[in-house]
């Protein structure tokens, strides 16, 4: 055992930084005998000294100075939890041009400007970690960073907001619709008094981000993700899957496709889908999170567990810090970015979908070979069609093959003008059941 104490500094104490510093008190010496050090906490960077807390911290170790922390001399490794892009990013680089290791859980600033902070490390020679930034306590960014660094993954699809998860598992349980089950998830503590992160996909667009650069080793971020999120979708919607087989998920869908030219390039998008009912992500119930996925040696892998929260995002960060300090007194330091493959990700306009569509049409002869024509007419072939209800409340629903969103634009369009049809009153894209 090395007598020298590492020193650790946490940036942020709230949900996950609280939990983050309960941790290192309780299992200090749990903690020393799997690192080979002691961990000794060097200070907690907080907006407000006299701010009610999950944990108690000890005399002394609070300060408003979270730069001063990051970038003492004597501090070995700094836990950032703080969140957002400023002042996150700073300290990050200050604390890493000062020679500290950093671990953080800041999905958004890797997403936004993950090269910068990369360089900043490969610069030092200092390790940055963040299993955290995804799927709180799921390990998933190391088993596509390490465990799979010989395979090729060809595709990485996801359910890891547990915000969204949980609303549309009320939605599909309780027939609830969407502002329903909105109202329950922020009773509960699932969803924030302003969910637009969580709801309007930006959240999950972020992790995707991260998820893709790092299964296809190439820069991806936030803003080369294709973002729905499920605010649109309804308890209509819903009914209709379920009585397809299927259930609706939010998901972060990543994988390689060819570009026009017919070169490797990267998909990445969020939205809502219609997966089968019998595909593993389908049974992921309440805020719980799952990652699928698929690489060519390997196969399919299923990574599943609680993807949110203080204390399993703060197991995912500990889980960090402990190899971050192996390495720091071993004198070495961990994989950096990969990016050698360079591919370049392909705009939503290229990418191929299929689709649910719903229409209310009048019940007569003919209707079906028109609607039919239609998608046709665009170059959308079909992949099956029903006829659900009588009179009035007839309706065609059509499921495609594969379409891109301006094929499936102008045919519902086109359908609309149709003197048979009354109204388009669905269209959701379909995953999970490959053609």
Do not use: W
């Amino acid at each position: 055992m090395n007598e020298r104490p590492l020193k650790v500094a946490v940036l942020g104490c709230g949900s996950v930084g609280s939990q983050v510093v309960r941790l290192l008190l309780e299992q200090s010496g749990d903690l020393a005998a799997r690192v080979g050090a002691p961990l000794e906490l060097a200070g907690v960077a907080v907006r407000r000294l006299d701010a009610p807390r999950e944990v108690e911290v000890p005399d002394g170790l609070l300060t408003t100075d979270a730069h001063g922390l990051a970038t003492r001399a004597d501090v070995d490794v700094v836990v950032e939890v703080i969140g957002g892009i400023e002042p996150a990013r700073g300290l990050i680089l200050g604390a890493l041009e000062s020679g500290a290791a950093v671990v953080t859980a800041n999905k958004a600033l890797l997403a936004a400007d993950g090269p910068t902070l990369y360089e900043a490390a490969d610069k030092a020679g200092r390790d940055l970690f963040y299993e955290a930034a995804v799927a709180g306590a799921i390990p998933i960014l190391r088993p596509l960073r390490e465990s799979l660094a010989g395979d090729r993954v060809t595709r990485v699809l996801g359910i890891v907001n547990g915000t969204t998860n949980f609303i549309l598992d009320r939605m599909d349980t309780s027939g609830a619709g969407f502002a329903e089950a909105l109202e329950e998830a922020q009773e509960l503590g699932y969803a924030e008094a302003d969910p637009t992160a969580d709801v309007e996909g930006f959240d999950a667009a972020a992790k995707a981000a991260i998820l893709a650069s790092l299964a296809f080793h190439s820069r991806v971020t936030a803003d080369d993700v294709h973002r729905e999120g499920i605010s649109e979708v309804t308890a209509a919607d819903v009914a209709s899957a379920r009585e397809m087989g299927s259930v609706v998920k939010l998901l972060a869908i990543a994988e390689l496709r060819r570009d026009g030219a017919g070169a490797e390039a990267v998909a990445v998008r969020v939205h809502p889908a219609m997966i089968p009912a019998d595909h593993p992500l389908a049974s992921v119930r309440e805020a719980f999170n799952a990652v699928f996925v698929e690489s060519e040696a390997a196969g399919q892998l299923m990574f599943y567990g609680p993807g949110a929260g203080g204390s399993p995002t703060a197991s995912a960060v500990l889980g960090d810090l402990v190899t971050v300090a192996r390495n720091r007194l071993s004198g070495r330091s961990g994989p950096g970015e990969s990016a050698y493959a360079d591919r370049l990700v392909l705009p939503m306009g290229e990418t191929l979908t299929r689709y649910h569509v719903a229409i209310d049409v009048d019940d007569r002869a003919g209707v079906l070979a028109s609607v039919a024509l239609t998608f046709a007419d665009h170059d959308v072939s079909i992949q099956t069609v029903k006829q659900e209800g009588r009179g009035e409340d007839a309706q065609l629903v059509v499921v495609s093959h594969t379409a891109t969103d301006a094929q499936l634009a102008a045919t519902v369009e086109q359908l609309r003008t149709m003197e048979a049809v009354h109204d388009v009153t669905s269209v959701m894209r379909v995953e999970g059941d490959p053609e």
